[in-house]
């Protein structure tokens, strides 16, 4: 006992050495991945990324805009009259409806102004040009210089003709954005400098410059697709958070991430959302995911960490149980050794001057063979069975002799014992088709282990009768008896009741192990009706002889 606790406790820091090994790094991983989920829950770390990359695509998308409203300004005042001509800037306007107002200064108090003549007929669309033509003279009459220079300078560094800045406009008592466009027209010196220049209407810019812009920016829309979001823009004025303009899917609603315009359309915002989502949705069903994957992968890890651990305390029980194994059958040998030597030298000094005492002894040498030869023949079927090199005999048997006989050699050492032995055998059974030796090797584990495990009250009883066809061997003994829940235990190898009255007596923990594959290789049976302290019942149930058992004769187990 004090062996086996020492044992036990050396293999407590084996599995704390795994505990610590496997499960607090495992451990370790899960709170520092839940803490990092949360960390991005509370940072909003999923919606940063979303916006930085929203800022990208805005930035993209006003490059994209800008460099569209100077090529169409570009081509424009690359037809605009010579800066002499101010009388034709009616046909100008007629050759593009999209321009609401065009103008032409050439010096101080000489401005020539002309609105879009088709819509002359709406009196505040007349009202609005000559507002303007009175607001644009003057102010060129005092900037016109600046504005040159302006000029020249951008056509110097980058390559531009023109400037294109806002124009606001009151309509409806709401005001309105427009784009004005102001450049140096063809006729414009250094000694005669002219300023010439156009607005693009709200009407223009919103119903068809922004929305084919927006649209290039953001090609393959379709309004009918919903299996996926999709990213929408829109341009609204910094005084009215209603859009501008909007791309062909814009649903409405307010845009996620904004972008004021930089230069060509100041006082302008560009906006970018999904459609039929938002970015705290998205971030929700990341960290939702992220969640429950990190609660699968838990799983599994703890999963395998639980059948990791479940091995190694396998290995560790079956090592103990191998250590045990070869302490038991040491001593095992060592008994009918240490006796047959102690008998045989006392036999050789010629000390027994009594011929019974002699055959005494003789007796007692042969038994203990005997019993070293079971014992060995044991470990031997163990090791074949382990290698699947284990063979049979199977042969018709008169089982009702095999039993008699099988007994027979073994009475003495059950009267010996002072056991009370009862024996019962059918006499109307069938022959069976078994391997003698086995059958026999298996009865006698059976008888030992009820003559071992018996101190107290010694009964043995043998009965073999006939049962569906076949044949049913049981052994009875009136022992310490098995616990129901180790019952299906005692068969595997290696194994031993935990009962103290068992690890005070020797043994291999091999013979159940070996009768339960004679059995099952017969193609029988073997079970156990016990209690502790009411003895047990070991039942081997052969069948008759059958295809399978025919074919498996002279074959591996």
Same mark, same amino acid.
């Given at each position: 006992?004090?062996?086996?606790?020492?044992?036990?406790?050396?293999?407590?820091?084996?599995?704390?050495?795994?505990?610590?090994?496997?499960?607090?790094?495992?451990?370790?991983?899960?709170?520092?991945?839940?803490?990092?989920?949360? #960390?991005?829950?509370?940072?909003?770390?999923?919606?940063?990324?979303?916006? /930085?990359?929203?800022?990208?695509?805005?930035?993209?998308?006003?490059?994209?805009?800008?460099?569209?409203?100077?090529?169409?300004?570009?081509?424009?005042?690359? /037809? +605009?009259?010579?800066?002499?001509?101010?009388?034709?800037?009616?046909?100008?306007?007629?050759?593009?409806?999209?321009?609401?107002?065009?103008?032409?200064?050439?010096?101080?108090?000489?401005?020539?102004?002309?609105?879009?003549?088709? $819509?002359?007929?709406?009196?505040? +669309?007349?009202?609005?040009?000559?507002?303007?033509?009175?607001?644009?003279?003057?102010?060129?009459?005092?900037?016109?210089?600046?504005?040159?220079?302006?000029?020249?300078?951008?056509?110097? !560094?980058?390559? /531009?003709?023109?400037?294109?800045?806002?124009?606001?406009?009151?309509?409806?008592?709401?005001?309105?954005?427009?784009?004005?466009?102001?450049?140096?027209?063809?006729?414009?010196?250094?000694?005669?400098?002219?300023?010439?220049?156009?607005?693009?209407?709200?009407?223009?810019?919103?119903?068809? +410059?922004?929305?084919?812009?927006?649209?290039?920016?953001?090609?393959?829309?379709?309004?009918?697709?919903?299996?996926?979001?999709?990213?929408? !823009?829109?341009?609204?004025?910094?005084?009215?958070?209603? *859009?501008?303009?909007?791309?062909?899917?814009?649903?409405?609603?307010?845009?996620?991430?904004?972008?004021?315009?930089?230069?060509?359309?100041?006082?302008?915002?560009?906006?970018?959302?999904? $459609?039929?989502?938002?970015?705290?949705?998205?971030?929700?069903?990341?960290?939702?995911?992220?969640?429950?994957?990190?609660?699968?992968?838990?799983?599994?890890?703890?999963?395998?960490?639980?059948?990791?651990? /479940?091995?190694?305390?396998?290995?560790?029980?079956?090592?103990?149980?191998?250590?045990?194994?070869?302490?038991?059958?040491?001593?095992?040998?060592?008994?009918?050794?240490?006796?047959?030597?102690?008998?045989?030298?006392?036999?050789?000094?010629?000390?027994?001057?009594? *011929?019974?005492?002699?055959?005494?002894?003789?007796? %007692?040498?042969?038994?203990?063979?005997?019993?070293?030869s079971s014992l060995i023949n044991n470990i031997l079927d163990f090791s074949r069975i382990e290698s699947g090199k284990k063979e049979y005999d199977f042969r018709q048997t008169d089982v009702a002799d095999l039993v008699r006989g099988t007994l027979e050699s073994y009475r003495f050492e059950i009267e010996q014992n002072g056991f009370q032995f009862e024996q019962k055998i059918d006499s109307d059974l069938p022959q069976v088709c078994v391997d003698r030796e086995a059958i026999a090797r298996s009865l006698l584990n059976l008888v030992n282990n009820a003559v071992k495990y018996s101190a107290t009250e010694k009964y043995l009883g043998v009965n073999l009768y006939r049962h569906n066809g076949g044949v049913n061997l049981e052994v009875v003994?009136?022992? %310490?008896?098995?616990?129901?829940?180790?019952?299906?235990?005692?068969?595997?190898?290696?194994?031993?009741?935990?009962?103290?009255?068992?690890?005070?007596?020797?043994?291999?923990?091999?013979?159940?192990?070996?009768?339960?594959?004679?059995?099952?290789?017969?193609?029988?049976?073997?079970?156990?009706?016990?209690?502790?302290?009411?003895?047990?019942?070991?039942?081997?149930?052969?069948?008759?002889? #059958?295809?399978?058992?025919?074919?498996?004769?002279? !074959?591996?187990?």
């Open positions: 006992m004090a062996k086996s606790q020492v044992r036990r406790l050396s293999e407590r820091p084996r599995m704390l050495m795994f505990m610590l090994g496997v499960m607090l790094p495992a451990a370790a991983f899960i709170v520092a991945g839940v803490w990092h989920l949360r #960390t991005i829950q509370r940072d909003k770390a999923i919606e940063a990324v979303f916006q /930085r990359e929203y800022q990208q695509v805005l930035a993209i998308a006003e490059k994209r805009i800008d460099g569209r409203a100077y090529e169409i300004a570009e081509e424009a005042s690359a /037809r +605009f009259p010579h800066a002499s001509q101010g009388d034709k800037l009616e046909g100008f306007l007629v050759s593009h409806p999209d321009i609401a107002h065009a103008f032409v200064w050439t010096g101080k108090g000489h401005l020539e102004s002309q609105s879009q003549p088709d $819509r002359m007929s709406n009196p505040e +669309f007349a009202d609005e040009g000559k507002k303007f033509s009175s607001m644009i003279g003057p102010w060129f009459d005092l900037e016109s210089k600046d504005w040159i220079a302006k000029l020249k300078k951008i056509e110097a !560094m980058e390559g /531009r003709h023109v400037y294109i800045t806002s124009n606001w406009v009151t309509r409806d008592d709401k005001m309105q954005y427009q784009s004005l466009v102001v450049f140096m027209p063809r006729g414009s010196t250094a000694e005669h400098p002219a300023l010439g220049g156009f607005v693009y209407d709200t009407d223009y810019l919103s119903n068809k +410059f922004f929305p084919q812009a927006l649209n290039e920016v953001l090609p393959n829309q379709n309004k009918n697709d919903t299996s996926h979001p999709q990213p929408v !823009m829109m341009v609204r004025t910094a005084k009215d958070h209603t *859009p501008l303009a909007a791309s062909i899917c814009w649903d409405g609603g307010s845009p996620e991430v904004e972008r004021g315009f930089d230069s060509v359309f100041p006082g302008l915002i560009l906006g970018i959302k999904l $459609r039929g989502t938002t970015i705290a949705n998205i971030s929700d069903h990341f960290v939702r995911a992220a969640f429950l994957i990190l609660g699968a992968l838990s799983l599994l890890m703890g999963g395998g960490m639980l059948l990791a651990y /479940r091995n190694v305390a396998r290995e560790l029980a079956l090592a103990k149980l191998k250590s045990d194994f070869v302490s038991n059958v040491s001593h095992e040998l060592r008994t009918p050794l240490a006796l047959i030597r102690l008998y045989a030298e006392t036999l050789e000094l010629g000390r027994l001057s009594n *011929p019974g005492k002699r055959q005494e002894y003789y007796e %007692i040498i042969r038994k203990e063979s005997e019993r070293l003994d009136h022992g %310490i008896g098995i616990s129901e829940k180790e019952q299906p235990k005692i068969f595997e190898k290696f194994y031993r009741v935990s009962d103290p009255l068992v690890h005070d007596t020797k043994g291999s923990g091999l013979g159940l192990s070996l009768v339960r594959h004679v059995v099952q290789a017969h193609g029988g049976e073997v079970a156990v009706e016990s209690e502790p302290g009411r003895g047990s019942k070991f039942i081997i149930t052969l069948p008759p002889q #059958t295809a399978d058992v025919q074919q498996a004769k002279g !074959m591996s187990a």
